[in-house]
């Protein structure tokens, strides 16, 4: 099937343009889309005119997400309803793994609890819905982080603040990366007693229709010696997989992506 370029071209300027917060100039979004100027200016106007785009005035203009937009993703959000298609499928693998499951998403360099599922006989876990955790030190955001696009991941990482949580906490960016490296080999995230040191988590990312990262499913554990953390870590990316199909999400066929 042949794509029309032009709405190709709009398509990727909305996302780049919703990727910056504080808005992105016209000459940014030319370089980085390698746009003819007059093109990506033909687009950007039209796409302000429709309200897809708001225009902050001043010495040179700055484009952010407009309020049509927004409408749009709030409309399609409310229709997929995908808080609600998960919350069974966590209850369902709590049950049936004995721990405590949960499902987050990331809030700017950290990650927010959404949901949370537990066994019959939970473990007492810290985390809350609603509480935050820092990504680099979390199964759950080290698990959305590697899978992001390179360039939110970049974002992320320059704002992350290494504090030591536990003697296994990663402290720098090196290291992180590193870590990421195999995070997306292994298409799972341990947090191996890095925020407490009782505490021992498997994630596996959640991809929405469009193949981007929606959150991460993980598992929390009181650490035992004996216990083969990266046998869980395969059962949690199973369960990510499942719930990404279930949500819409159709891997390519030759992709080695955790979710396919």
Do not use: W
């Not at 808005?23 to 889309?33: A, R, W, Y």
């Not at 955001?141 to 320059?158: P, Y």
């Not at 040191?197 to 650490?223: K, N, Q, R, T, W």
């Amino acid at each position: 099937m042949k794509l029309n370029r032009t709405t190709q071209r709009t398509v990727e300027i909305l996302k780049l343009v919703s990727k910056n917060p504080d808005g992105i100039t016209l000459d940014e979004i030319c370089d980085k889309l390698q746009l003819p100027k007059t093109s990506g200016y033909d687009i950007v106007t039209t796409l302000a005119e429709m309200g897809m785009v708001n225009v902050a005035r001043g010495q040179k203009q700055r484009y952010t997400i407009g309020l049509t937009a927004y409408r749009i993703g709030i409309n399609y959000t409310n229709n997929l309803d995908f808080i609600g298609i998960i919350e069974p499928e966590l209850k369902a693998f709590a049950r049936e793994v004995g721990k405590t499951v949960f499902f987050g998403v990331r809030s700017d360099h950290e990650v927010v609890y959404i949901c949370k599922a537990e066994p019959e006989n939970p473990i007492i876990t810290t985390a809350t819905v609603g509480t935050k955790n820092p990504m680099y030190c979390t199964s759950l955001g080290k698990a959305i982080l590697a899978f992001s696009d390179e360039e939110t991941k970049q974002q992320v990482m320059n704002r992350i603040k290494y504090r030591k949580k536990t003697e296994q906490t990663i402290l720098s960016r090196e290291a992180l990366e590193q870590e990421l490296e195999k995070v997306q080999a292994k298409g799972y995230a341990l947090d191996a007693r890095e925020v407490e040191d009782h505490m021992e988590c498997a994630g596996a990312p959640v991809f929405g229709p469009d193949g981007s990262v929606l959150g991460a499913i993980s598992v929390s554990s009181l650490y035992k010696p004996t216990e083969d953390y990266e046998a869980l870590g395969m059962l949690v990316r199973e369960k990510a997989a499942q719930v990404s199909k279930i949500l819409g999400y159709l891997p390519p066929k030759t992709s080695t992506n955790p979710a396919g």
